[in-house]
């Protein structure tokens, strides 16, 4: 069962315009540094099938939903008795046609070993990810929706819509956001 540890509504620090962000419990990166040890606890925090009735009405009023944590895609790597409830929140929050935001500490190779099918119904989803443990020696607290330099923004190729094949991509669009060149769903 996947646990958050709270919603924030109306957030204008993660990800363009205003946001829900939701904040998922569980994080096995264990950065040293984390300012969210808090988060670490896969079982800390409510459930997030008690939060639903509040997450549809509250993404609403936003421009788009952040995922954050702790790290939101723990389960895929932990917990795969969890990944179904993390595929149908992407899926639900798709339909309203919001734009997702991931943060996560797996770097862009990690993800590429997730199972093809898993991969894809969660990538699909996805619009873009902040990926990349948090490393202390690389803090800067001037970069754009990141921690530490060696994180970096991507976005999934518009070839993991195709649902039969893994010939994805993950577009490294870290530049372009630094530039002011992206326009933001
Ligand atoms: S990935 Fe994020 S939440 Fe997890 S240990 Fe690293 S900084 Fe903390």
Redesign the pocket.
Known sequence: MLRLKELINYDTNNGPGMRLSIWFSG?T???PG?W?KD??DYYHGVPLRDKIPDINALMDVNDGVSLL???PLCCVFNHPEDVGELVRLLEDIKARDKSIWVWT?YTVNELYTIPTSIFNQIFGNIDYLVVG??IQEKRDLTLKWRGSSNQRIVRPSPVTKDKAFRNHIFLDVTDKCDNGELDWE
Request: aromatic share 14%.
């Open positions: 994080c990166n264990h950065c984390c969210a988060t670490w944590g702790g790290d500490g443990r948090f």
